[in-house]
T-cell receptor, first 115, second 112 residues
Framework: AQTVTQSQPEMSVQEAETVTLSCTYDTSESDYYLFWYKQPPSRQMILVIRQEAYKQQNATENRFSVNFQKAAKSFSLKISDSQLGDAAMYFCAYRRETSGSRLTFGEGTQLTVNP | DSGVTQTPKHLITATGQRVTLRCSPRSGDLSVYWYQQSLDQGLQFLIQYYNGEERAKGNILERFSAQQFPDLHSELNLSSLELGDSALYFC???????????FGSGTQLSVL
């Protein structure tokens, strides 16, 4: 079974600084997708960024970028120029190529942004 | 706003009771997914429906059941409720089975 591990229950960053959230996963599949979701206090699950395993290029969405290391099964999220609105719980998630859109989530990392 | 509507937003009930959670997917989405978020288990996939048919099952208890109706809305039925069933229940939808998921804002269930 696939597992996703986020080893940092909590992280904090100063406003305008950069922070990196870690995620590792375990799979025997070669084709899959990885995601970072953000859950602010409103509880809404918001997709931040997505990475296809077959792509070597790391995905980027504005201030959010990932470092995808397929051999190491590592998928970290870098948030640049952190803003107060980035404060949220961040979940790393995995999806097999053939499992439809069913996601396996990590435990989450609570990010605090200090003014 | 994701376009996925879940009702009610909050539900408080007692042990042994039965409740129904409702989800209306985004217009045009055929797939509906149910997830449970609890402090103990984290975020877990429960079940998926595609165009009215069950497509995949995850860690869903036998006391729980779901269905997707012809108008594509879905209901999650939870019966013989226990304290441990207290959780945030999310519905998500997608156009097909391999497409981007859009999450609703969840139903917070409290079993007292």
């Amino acid at each position: 079974a696939q597992t996703v591990t986020q080893s940092q229950p909590e992280m904090s960053v100063q406003e305008a600084e950069t922070v990196t959230l870690s995620c590792t996963y375990d799979t025997s599949e070669s084709d899959y997708y990885l995601f970072w979701y953000k859950q602010p206090p409103s509880r809404q699950m918001i997709l931040v960024i997505r990475q296809e395993a077959y792509k070597q290029q790391n995905a980027t969405e504005n201030r959010f970028s990932v470092n995808f290391q397929k051999a190491a099964k590592s998928f970290s999220l870098k948030i640049s120029d952190s803003q107060l609105g980035d404060a949220a719980m961040y979940f790393c998630a995995y999806r097999r190529e053939t499992s439809g859109s069913r996601l396996t989530f990590g435990e989450g990392t609570q990010l605090t942004v200090n003014p | 706003d994701s376009g996925v509507t879940q009702t009610p937003k909050h539900l408080i009930t007692a042990t042994g009771q039965r409740v129904t959670l409702r989800c209306s997917p985004r217009s045009g989405d055929l797939s509906v997914y149910w997830y449970q978020q609890s402090l103990d288990q984290g975020l877990q996939f429960l079940i998926q429906y595609y165009n009215g048919e069950e497509r995949a099952k995850g860690n869903i208890l036998e006391r729980f059941s779901a269905q997707q109706f012809p108008d594509l809305h879905s209901e999650l039925n939870l019966s013989s409720l226990e304290l441990g069933d207290s959780a945030l229940y999310f519905c998500a939808s997608s156009v097909g089975v391999n497409e981007k998921l859009f999450f609703g804002s969840g139903t917070q269930l409290s079993v007292l």
